[in-house]
Each structure stands twice: as structure tokens, then as C-alpha cells.
């Protein structure tokens, strides 16, 4: 078992008094980011990137940034369920399935059993999908190794294929999204050719656009304008955590197991593909519904439909961080952003990882238990703390997050014109968010834009400039098969289901 | 919490109508895109493989396409005309955001982030929570210490300063330590 000795050295790197503070720390501000509104995962950890440029200097450093920045995402994921439990207000667009039977639990006087039911499957999820990226993450790096340009670019088209073939909007929607990613990624200075591209003479844009400030612009900018404009009317539970409850709830749950084990499974499934939390959440809820014993009584408190989100939503955020590390593709935004930051300290993701920064990936992965593990128990212990945060009224809540944007925007890259973007973004958002523009694709197309067009170029000039490089073997034909039919599969499923409709009218009466 | 409803009143823009100028606008970003990328040739480069306006030429292509799609579906969609995509208070409501953010922005370009944060914080409070000013001063300086803590002092990561926030900034630093942050 050569990964746990492994993870046994990760470990013996995570457990210095340091790493455990920073540990700490990045959980208490993911928590305090997932419970504000127009802060979430991906534009927390995007506005508190700039603050590990110094830190991954150091000798070891990037282990410590990305134990910082991984803690607050877990952070974030736990946070999402309080708002949606006491408030009503999903925190995260992944917790909005909590809120179902989250919220009446709580209108009950049960916020105490919702609450330690969300925490305690969050953890559960997120457990099972670290152990998953224990022994799965190494198997797939090492196959990753063989991996040459064309495969690249090929895992890097199943990726924007599957936004197309699992999306739930209008297919046309997401590729419009997605090519302006890869358009506004271009922008800059081509590093194959040192050609300026598309800057027409704007020297602040030579260093193209800046995925982080797109991120915050987008989520966090575009978030608050939406809020403002609905009108934000906070009317919350109240929130005690007796002990008794922690116990009792604890002594209710195994009796879920079934709902937790298909949940794990939905999640960690559609984290390693980039399905997201989200629609993990959604779909992992409505199979619980359907296949519980007491389906009917969803949505009125049921404890199981809290057990099913909330566990396929941290499996599929955590599991997101294994094609990462391994391939280099992030499974949501926020795993974009996390590799953004990878790149920003200098490491390469892809699956040499495993093999040159052995301490960097392991002390990830054993940062992932303990994250969790303390991120349990701070998240039971501290939530009238951060109820009392949501009581803040919005008025002052609201630009606060205004100036976090304009400060993460400017550290990035020290740059006013960088702030004025992120304004920009934020009306973007703001209006693709009404219209149902995903914003994910954008964000992935614009973090890997430049990846893939390095990969696809390696690969044409290796086959000089044919495209059969794409089929020329099993592997990388195999890739790109599933791909072009997850591409084409709102097309395929409405032939299918057109079929099925003239099948019964065609048949004798 | 995407199709948020606003606050009431008629409806001053619909949504397909919204939905054909983003897919103009899109449009016109595509040909931005294309034109520059066959200035920069998107042919074969011997040696040197795809030239540098290859792979945009094409983002560019597949942008202006779905564009057209979305373009037709909004002009045929009869449904979209009748939802709102937003009444005029909900409007003049975003632009009451918009506007002092745009403000502000400018704000710390000119004076530095911290005097220009306090200033925007208070405003923001005493317009829309009709708080007093002094208590938005207050919060809002509250929350500049935090950020000048953060940044400036543990992470060492400096923020933009003006002529304002300059003579700010030794005495807030000397009162930290002084109290033992």
C-alpha cells in the first residue's frame, strides 16, 4: 500500500503548528465567505489568492497556501448550509437544494437537528471523496503520465463537451459563455509566437485578463447587484446548537445510510466529471425523494433530504480536486481557481505533480482529512457565531463585499485597471445571471483557454497540421469520441426521445 | 435567485429583448475577435505550426455562431417578451449601486483605497440602512483597520495609498502594535 505510506508523509507535513493555524484560519474564513451572500467559494478563494503570493516563496510554502486556500473552500461548503437552514438564503447555488427541507426543520424549532444532519453528511461526503482521491487520484496520474499533447487537448475537449452534454440551460447558451472565455483568454501576448493578440494598442492589456478578476467580478459583483435589486429581507430561525441534539440527530442518521451511500456515489461521479456540486445536490435530493419511504413528506421537514444534498454536494466539491491534481483540469470554479493559484506559485498541475512535488500533493490530500475533520468540529461549535453574522444587516454587509472586491481585484496584479474590470464583470454577471448565461464555463474556459491552445498547437505541429493526431490511437480517439457525443447529447437526447414518441403512435392499435 | 423578481412596478425591459442585445453584443465581440485573428494570420507557420491567430479565428467562429442561434431564438421566442427582465425601480435601484461603485472606484485610483473605503462605506450606509454617518465612519474605518491588518501586516501584501491614507497609515500601525496585533 504504497499510498498510505504516502499519505503518512503528508501528514508528518501538515501536522506542524503552523500549517494546523493556517489550517484554522482558512476555515473560520471560508465559513464567515460561505455564509455571506455574494461571497462564495470561488470568489473567497479568488480575493484571498493574492495573500499566499508571499507565503509560497518560502521553502514549502505552496503546501501551506494551498492547505490556507483548500481550508477555505471546505469552509465555504460548510457555510452554504447555514444560511439555507436558517435563513432560507442559499449561501452557495449548491446548497439551494438544503433549503427544502432545511428550512421548514428549522421553522419547526429543529435547526439544531437540520444543522448537525447537514455538518455531519457534508463531512461523510467529503470523507468518502478523499479517500476516493487517495487511492484513485495516484492510479490516474500514473495512466496520465503516458499522456502526450493530443490526449491533453483531448481530456481538455471532453471537459467543455460535458458542460455542453450535462448543462441544464440552452446548449447555444453555454457555448456562447464558454467561447467568450476562451476569446477573453486569448487577449494578450501569445506565448508561442510573442505576437500581441487583440490588445488594439491597450498596453493594460497586455497581460490579457486575469481569470481571478473575472471570478470576483463575476460572482462576487454580479451576486450583490442581484441582491440589491430583489431587496435582501433576512427573517431567521434561531439558532442553538444544544448538545443533546448533536447527540440524538447522531443516533438518527444511520438509519440513512442507503441515501448516503447513493449520495456519495452521485457526488463523487459528477465532482470527477465536471458536473459540479450544484446539479450533484439537485439530483442526488430528487433521487432520495423518489426512492424514499416517505418521499411524500419532503419538503416539509423530512431529515433525509437534508442527509441527500448535502452529502452529494461536499463529495462532488471535494472530489472536483482530483482531476485537478492529476490532469490539471478542474472540476468547478472553484477548483479553477485553486489551480489558478498553482500556476500563479510556479507548479505545474498535471500528473507530474505526483512525482516532483510528492510533499506538495500528499500534504494536500492529508489536509483534506484534517480540514474536514476541524472543520466539523468548529462549524457545530461556533454557528450562533456565524448566525450572528447573517444579522448584520445588509446595508453594511453589502459594501464591505464591495471593497473585499475592489481589494482582491487589485492585489492580483497591483493594477487600478484591473478594479475597473472587475465593475465590468460584475454587470456581466449581473445580466447572464438573469438571461441563464452559466457562468462556469466561462470561468474554466478562461483558466484553461491558454492550456488547451498550448496542447492543441503541440499536438498540430507534431502532426504537422493534421487533425488526425485527434484519432490516431484508441486512447486519444476514445477520449475524443466521448467527447463529440456529450457535445452533440441535447441533440441525441431530442432525436431519442422523438423516436420514443412516434414508437408508440407507429405501433398497432 | 436567478429570475429574482424585482421590486414592483411596470415592466421597462423584457427579457428577449435583453437576450438580443447580449447576443449582438456577443456578435460584435466575435468579429472583434476574428478581425484581429486574421491580422495575425491564422494559416500553417512552417516550423512553428498553427500561427497565433489559429485557435482565436475559431473561438471567434464558434462565439458568432451560438450567438446567431441565441440571436434567432430570442427574435422567434414569444415567451420571453412577456417576462420582465427588469421594471424601472429595480433599474434605478441597481444604477444607486452601480454609479457610487463606478465612483468609488475612481475614488481609490485618486486618493488611495483606505480614506476612499471609509468615505464609501459611510455613504453606502447612510443612504441605503439610513444609518447615521458618524456610525458609518466608524464601521467603515472598523473594517479598513481589518483589511490594513491583513494585508499590509501579516500577509505583506500592499494596497494602494494616496495622499489621504499616507499620513493614515504610521499611526494606525503604531496603535496596533501598541495594543499587540
Known amino acids: 500500500m504504497e499510498e498510505i505510506a504516502s499519505l503518512l508523509g503528508g501528514f508528518s507535513v501538515v501536522l506542524t503548528p503552523f500549517n494546523i493555524g493556517l489550517m484554522l484560519v482558512g476555515i473560520l474564513l471560508g465559513v464567515i465567505i460561505g455564509v455571506l451572500p455574494g461571497l462564495g467559494g470561488a470568489n473567497g478563494v479568488a480575493i484571498l489568492l493574492p495573500l499566499t503570493f508571499t507565503l509560497a516563496q518560502q521553502p514549502g510554502g505552496t503546501t501551506s497556501a494551498i492547505i490556507l486556500l483548500s481550508c477555505i473552500y471546505w469552509g465555504a461548503l460548510f457555510g452554504g448550509a447555514i444560511t439555507s437552514i436558517l435563513f432560507n438564503i442559499p449561501g452557495e447555488p449548491w446548497s439551494v437544494a438544503t433549503t427544502f427541507d432545511g428550512h421548514p426543520m428549522a421553522k419547526q424549532g429543529r435547526a439544531d437537528e437540520a444543522l448537525t444532519a447537514a455538518f455531519t453528511s457534508s463531512f461523510v461526503g467529503a470523507l468518502v471523496a478523499v479517500v476516493v482521491i487517495t487511492f484513485l487520484a495516484p492510479v490516474v496520474a500514473r495512466f496520465a503520465l503516458k499522456f502526450g499533447p493530443a490526449e491533453l487537448f483531448a481530456v481538455q475537449f471532453l471537459t467543455f463537451a460535458s458542460f455542453i452534454g450535462m448543462g441544464r440551460g440552452s446548449p447555444f447558451k453555454t457555448l456562447a459563455s464558454m467561447s467568450l472565455g476562451f476569446a477573453l483568454a486569448a487577449v494578450g501576448l501569445d506565448s508561442v509566437t510573442g505576437q500581441l493578440r487583440m490588445t488594439y494598442g491597450f498596453t493594460d492589456l497586455l497581460k490579457g485578463f486575469q481569470f481571478l478578476v473575472a471570478v470576483i467580478g463575476l460572482f462576487g459583483i454580479g451576486e450583490i447587484l442581484l441582491s440589491m435589486e430583489s431587496g435582501l429581507a433576512f427573517s431567521g430561525a434561531k439558532a442553538k446548537l444544544r448538545l443533546n441534539a448533536v447527540l440524538t440527530t447522531w443516533a438518527k442518521l444511520p438509519r440513512y445510510w442507503i441515501t448516503s451511500i447513493r449520495s456519495c456515489v452521485i457526488g463523487c461521479w459528477m465532482g470527477i466529471t465536471p458536473g459540479g456540486a450544484t446539479p450533484a445536490s439537485f439530483m442526488s435530493y430528487g433521487l432520495a425523494k423518489r426512492m424514499s419511504k416517505q418521499g411524500n413528506t419532503f419538503g416539509k421537514g423530512n431529515i433525509e433530504g437534508v442527509v441527500a444534498p448535502e452529502t452529494a454536494a461536499h463529495a462532488a466539491g471535494t472530489s472536483a480536486l482530483l482531476p485537478m491534481i492529476t490532469l490539471g483540469i478542474p472540476g468547478s470554479p472553484t477548483a479553477a481557481v485553486l489551480l489558478g493559484g498553482l500556476l500563479i506559485w510556479g507548479l505545474k498541475p498535471g500528473p507530474l505533480l505526483f512525482v516532483e512535488q510528492k510533499d506538495f500533493v500528499w500534504g494536500l490530500i492529508a489536509s483534506m482529512y484534517l480540514g474536514n475533520v476541524a472543520g466539523l468540529v468548529i462549524v457545530l461549535t461556533c454557528v450562533p457565531l456565524f448566525a450572528a453574522i447573517l444579522r448584520i444587516p445588509f446595508s453594511i454587509i453589502a459594501p464591505t463585499i464591495m471593497v473585499i472586491c475592489a481589494i482582491g481585484a487589485y492585489t492580483v496584479n497591483n493594477a487600478m485597471f484591473d478594479v475597473w474590470l472587475v465593475v465590468l464583470f460584475g454587470v456581466v454577471g449581473y445580466v447572464f445571471n438573469k438571461l441563464s448565461y452559466p457562468l462556469p464555463p466561462l470561468v474554466l474556459a478562461l483558466v484553461l483557454g491558454d492550456m488547451a491552445e498550448s496542447s492543441f498547437r503541440q499536438a498540430m505541429l507534431s502532426s504537422q497540421g493534421s487533425l488526425g493526431i485527434f484519432w490516431s490511437n484508441w486512447l486519444v480517439g476514445g477520449i475524443m469520441g466521448l467527447g463529440v457525443i456529450l457535445l452533440f447529447w441535447p441533440l441525441i437526447k431530442r432525436v431519442l426521445a422523438l423516436v420514443r414518441r412516434r414508437a408508440p403512435a407507429g405501433a398497432p392499435s | ?181
Open chain 2, 1 to 181: 435567485m436567478s429570475d429574482g423578481e424585482g421590486p414592483g412596478g411596470p415592466p421597462l425591459i423584457s427579457v428577449r429583448t435583453m437576450d438580443i442585445v447580449v447576443a449582438l453584443l456577443m456578435i460584435a465581440a466575435a468579429a472583434v475577435v476574428i478581425g484581429d485573428s486574421l491580422r495575425l494570420g491564422m494559416g500553417w507557420q512552417e516550423n512553428e505550426g498553427p500561427r497565433a491567430g489559429y485557435f482565436p479565428f475559431y473561438v471567434g467562429v464558434i462565439l458568432a455562431v451560438s450567438s446567431a442561434v441565441n440571436l434567432v431564438r430570442a427574435v422567434l421566442d414569444r415567451n420571453g417578451a412577456g417576462k420582465t427582465f427588469t421594471t424601472k425601480p429595480a433599474l434605478l435601484q441597481v444604477l444607486a449601486v452601480l454609479i457610487p461603485l463606478a465612483i468609488y472606484v475612481g475614488a481609490v485610483a485618486v486618493i488611495g483605497i483606505y480614506v476612499a473605503s471609509i468615505a464609501y462605506m459611510a455613504l453606502f450606509m447612510w443612504h441605503f440602512g439610513k444609518y447615521p454617518l458618524w456610525r458609518g465612519f466608524l464601521v467603515g474605518f472598523a473594517v479598513s483597520a481589518v483589511f490594513f491588518l491583513m494585508f499590509e501586516i501579516w500577509f505583506l501584501v500592499p494596497l494602494p495609498k494616496g495622499p489621504l491614507d499616507e499620513p493614515l497609515v504610521p499611526v494606525v500601525s503604531a496603535f496596533m502594535k501598541s495594543i499587540g496585533l
